[in-house]
């Protein structure tokens, strides 16, 4: 079992910045691939960002791509998502996952418990 635990949102004007941190359990994080995903009031979850086990690799939502930055840091078992420049719809709860699975890197398996991120304008 993975536990996920997230923290560093809050309240931010349009065009600022909010770095969120998912802190995970365990000594096999790197064994995992990690995402970042936030659901507005009214709308499903969404991707945002992912990135691969060894964090060379990284994909992120159209809507985000050259505001947001993931990464990782597998000797402190964390994962980051930098928000910059962010947008009134932006506002979400955003929520960190981890998959392990060889055959779909679509597919998560555990979520942290969420973390609300508002941009006021």
């Known amino acids: 079992q993975v536990q996920l635990v997230e923290s560093g949102g809050g309240l931010v004007q349009a065009g600022g910045s909010l770095r969120l941190s998912c802190a995970a359990s365990?000594?096999?994080?790197?064994?995992?691939?990690m995402g970042w995903f936030r659901q507005a009031p009214g709308k499903e979850r969404e991707f945002v960002a992912h990135?691969?086990?060894?964090?060379?690799?990284?994909a992120y939502a159209d809507s985000v791509k050259g505001r947001f930055t993931i990464s990782r840091d597998n000797a402190k078992n964390t994962v980051y998502l930098q928000m910059n420049s962010l947008k009134p719809e932006d506002t979400a709860v955003y929520y960190c996952?981890?998959?392990?699975?060889?055959?779909?890197?679509?597919?998560?398996?555990?979520w942290g418990q969420g973390t609300q991120v508002t941009v006021s304008s």
């Open positions: 365990g000594r096999t994080f790197s064994t995992y691939y």
């Open positions: 990135i691969s086990r060894s964090g060379g690799s990284t």
């Open positions: 996952a981890a998959g392990s699975s060889y055959l779909n890197f679509n597919e998560y398996d555990y």
